[in-house]
């Protein structure tokens, strides 16, 4: 892909990025590592960290999986995660919710 910036901007932007993202991880491994305890409100917050995570790398797959918003019982990725949803709420198993959804996938992709 050819682009009209030059090679040392491109290159400079590069460096700065890594060393900005470096510096931010490094910080919160610095802080932790010289405080005694935890506040509980910011250990309150980090408890929904990797539900925050998982749903905004699942969300668009499930929502919209050839680009554009899919919100119809056509979208079989979207019924799936329904019933994975119901499954994670009723079992509180993360095996049964990943098992049901799965199963659900592949019965309407391959079988309806």
Same mark, same amino acid.
């Given at each position: 892909?050819?682009?009209?910036?030059? @090679?040392?901007?491109?290159? +400079?932007?590069?460096?700065?990025?890594?060393?900005?993202? $470096?510096?931010?991880?490094?910080? $919160?491994?610095?802080?932790?590592?010289? *405080?005694?305890?935890? @506040?509980?409100?910011?250990?309150?917050?980090?408890?929904?960290? @990797? #539900?925050?995570?998982?749903? #905004?790398?699942?969300?668009? %797959?499930?929502? #919209?999986? %050839? +680009?554009?918003?899919?919100?119809?019982?056509?979208?079989?990725?979207?019924?799936?995660? /329904?019933?994975?949803?119901?499954?994670?709420?009723?079992?509180?198993? /993360? $095996? /049964?919710? *990943?098992?049901? +959804?799965? +199963? %659900?996938?592949?019965?309407?992709? $391959?079988?309806?």
């Amino acid at each position: 892909m050819a682009t009209s910036y030059d @090679p040392l901007t491109v290159w +400079g932007v590069i460096v700065v990025a890594g060393v900005l993202t $470096f510096g931010i991880r490094a910080s $919160f491994i610095y802080l932790f590592g010289h *405080i005694d305890t935890v @506040p509980p409100r910011v250990k309150a917050a980090l408890e929904y960290v @990797p #539900a925050a995570v998982f749903a #905004a790398l699942v969300f668009p %797959a499930v929502v #919209a999986p %050839a +680009g554009d918003v899919a919100l119809s019982l056509g979208n079989e990725r979207l019924v799936a995660g /329904v019933l994975a949803a119901l499954a994670a709420w009723y079992t509180e198993r /993360v $095996f /049964v919710t *990943i098992a049901v +959804g799965m +199963g %659900a996938l592949w019965f309407l992709r $391959f079988v309806v």
